[in-house]
Structures are given as C-alpha cells and as structure tokens.
C-alpha cells in the first residue's frame, strides 16, 4: 500500500473517530502489504442512487487510489426494516421484492464511480437471514435502551410522545453487525449515521475484533436548498437520470448551494473555488456561467463528456433562446384529428405530470403551454390538429402530440 499523509484522506470529512487510530492502520497497512477493508452501506429504498452518495463515493475512491478495498454493502435486509437515522417519524419498511427492485441497479450505478477491481460488493442478507431468534436476542444483549434514547432522533421522538418500535432499535444493532462480519478497518456515511458506525466499533470491540475507525462526511443538500438530499423526500438528484434531467435539475439549486456541490460532488480544489468565489463577489464572473460549467461536469462525470456537452446545449436552447429540445418525444393521442380534447387529457396522455390533480394544479400555475401559448383555464378544450402541437409542462417537459 502506497503511504499518504492522513491529512489528504481526512479533507471534506465532518468527524473521525479517531484521526491517530487512522494512521496507524494506514502505516501498518503499508507496512504489511494488505490493503485495509472499508466499508459503506447503501439500503435501496429506491431504485437510484443520487448525488449524496457520490460524496461518500469520491472518499471511497480516495482509499482506493491509495490501494485500499471497498466493502460496498447493498442493505437488502436493513431495508425492510426502515433506517430511522435522522428522522423524527418511521420510514415505512419495504418489503423484500421492493428492495429486490431496487438493488438490481446499484452495481452499474456504483462502477461509475469506484474501481471494479478494489470493490466487492456485499448483501447483508447473507448473513443476517441465517440469524436465529436466539442469535438476535443475544446481539440485542451487547446494547441498553439508555444508549439508544441517547440519539437525537430517538430522544426527540420519545420527548413528544411518538412512537418508537423495538424493531428500529435493531436498525442500528444490525448494521454494527455488519461491520463485525465484514471484519471492517474503517467506515465511512453521513453525520446522520455517526451513532450506527460507533455502535459498529463498540461491537467490534465487545465481540473481539479490532475497532475500526469512524469517518463521516457532510451530508449535501438536496435542490430545495434546505433538507438533505434524499429518495423519500424527492428532493435528489438521481445518478440514473437523463443527462438533460441531471443538468437542468443542477441549474436550479441555489447560488449558495452551488458551491457545496463544487466542493462535495466535484471535489473542486480549496485555492480554485477561492478564486472563482472572489471573482464572483467582485463581479468578474457571472455565477450563472460557474453554475453552467459545474453541471455539465456533474453530467459528464456521470454520462460522459459528449453527453454532458448536448446536455449544456439542449439547456440554453430552452431556457435561453426559449426553443423546445432538439429532440421532442410524438405522443399519439387516440382522437381524430380536427376534434377537441381537454387539455387535462392531453397532459395525463403525454405522461408529463404523475396524477390528474397535479397536471389541473400545473395549469393553475401557468406552467403549461401549447404551441407556446399559456393555457389558462384548467377546463379548456383544443381542437388537435391533424399535424399535432406542441405541449410544453414547467420547465423541461415537452411532447409533440399527434391524433392517432
């Protein structure tokens, strides 16, 4: 293993428990010749991973680049328990054809960004589906209900009378768990999940092994600006989504936020994002054009350099020059031609917006055009003709509309 300063691997972490034990192991490791084991887990509570997690991703990467191996656990059981890490009510837990669904897609996503060849990846199911009833109460033992309250989400909860399952005190207990099988060196995920990672080190501890080292990072902020990105709130933006998707969804975050993604997502240097902050407050550079070369390197590192370049593209096309894409997917609507259909109906048929309630709320909004024309009646009818028009809902959306 190639020696580093521990100073690199600790840069955009929020904590470490503990920088020394770090080093140590980084120096053994180089010493002996074998790569340390760090882990990271994922439950698939939908079927994409997002940007959030590319910020544990490029860390991960970082061990790798020094010769380390990652342990990339896919919580298929964790899942149909529901994390409550962070939260002040449940998740709903999913059940195991959900989970299923949605893990199928996480290796590709996951080779975007981590080498092949240092990465296994792990299902926890393999070992806690084994687990007896006897063997959970055991576990269960090692850890008080006082250590569990301790957490803020817990604390928050019991403090306002909402409830809390035995079920998702074992949340915790299952991931430290995995840390113990896997025989984890270090473990890198969020602030929110710094309690489960040191309750992995305890157990660590508690059942003979040695405990591996604590490493959180900041957790980035989703396009509301406010909450942390995330799949249950629908405030991400997913690693699996068209090019076009990622970069107009990046060109909405805030001009604040904006310099968090350079940082987490893109790992911008410190001397080069001081530079381009200074430039902007002093006016020199629009924050508008940063904005635009930060999205088309997110969508590049994602799809690649000419995708990101269309995407850049079919961007200005819309909002700058206010033309629809290049490409605008026919929909066929099953009315003659020369007849009216309500534009409700035509909106639900072009698949662009989830519910009928949602697409009379678009029109109320103003957020639907036809031809370019505002539509401002949500009981409008139009005559559909024969070579078809134009709809265009919020931003991004378009369809071409042709009577079948």
Not at 36 to 48: C, N, W
Request: proline share 6%; aromatic share 6%; with cysteine.
């Amino acid at each position: 293993m190639r020696e580093h300063p521990v100073e690199n691997l600790l840069r955009r972490t929020a904590e470490v428990h503990t920088a020394e034990e770090l080093r140590r192991k980084l120096e053994r490791a180089a010493a002996e010749g074998r790569p340390l084991r760090v882990k990271f887990g994922a439950d698939p509570s939908a079927p994409d991973m997002h940007l959030g997690h590319v910020v544990a991703l490029n860390k991960l990467r970082e061990f790798q680049e020094l010769g380390h191996e990652v342990i990339f656990i896919i919580g298929d059981f964790t899942g149909m328990i529901g994390d409550p890490s962070g939260r002040t009510q449940v998740r709903p837990p999913l059940t195991r054809g959900e989970v299923e669904r949605n893990a199928r897609t996480y290796r590709e996503q996951v080779f975007r960004f981590l080498l092949p060849e240092k990465t296994r990846i792990r299902f926890n199911s393999e070992w806690c589906d084994p687990l007896s009833f006897a063997d959970v109460i055991r576990l269960a033992g090692r850890v008080t209900v006082a250590q569990m309250l301790a957490r803020d989400d817990f604390a928050r909860r019991y403090a306002e009378g909402q409830p809390i399952t035995l079920v998702e005190f074992l949340y915790p207990l299952i991931q430290a768990y995995d840390s113990v099988v896997i025989e984890a060196d270090v473990e890198i995920g969020g602030t929110d999940q710094l309690f489960n990672m040191l309750l992995g080190r305890e157990l660590q501890r508690q059942m003979g092994g040695e405990p591996q080292v604590v490493v959180t990072l900041p957790l980035l902020e989703g396009i509301d600006g406010v909450q942390k990105m995330s799949k249950s709130l629908g405030n991400y933006i997913a690693v699996n989504e068209p090019p076009e998707e990622i970069f107009g969804k990046c060109m909405s975050v805030n001009d604040q936020l904006m310099w968090r993604y350079l940082d987490l997502v893109l790992c911008r240097p410190e001397n080069e994002l001081g530079g381009l902050r200074r430039a902007v407050d002093a006016g020199e550079v629009n924050p508008r054009d940063v904005k635009l070369d930060m999205a088309e390197a997110i969508v590049a590192r994602i799809h690649g350099r000419d995708r990101a370049r269309k995407a850049r593209e079919n961007f200005l096309r819309v909002f700058s020059r206010r033309q629809p894409p290049e490409r605008v997917p026919e929909v066929e609507v099953k009315v003659p031609a020369e007849k009216s259909v309500a534009v409700l109906d035509l909106i639900m048929c072009a698949g662009l917006a989830p519910s009928r309630s949602e697409a009379r709320r678009l029109v109320g909004q103003g957020a639907v055009r036809i031809d370019g024309r505002r539509v401002g009646d949500v009981g409008e009818e139009i005559v559909l003709p024969a070579q078809g028009v134009l709809l265009k809902v919020g931003k991004r959306r378009f369809a071409r509309l042709i009577p079948a």
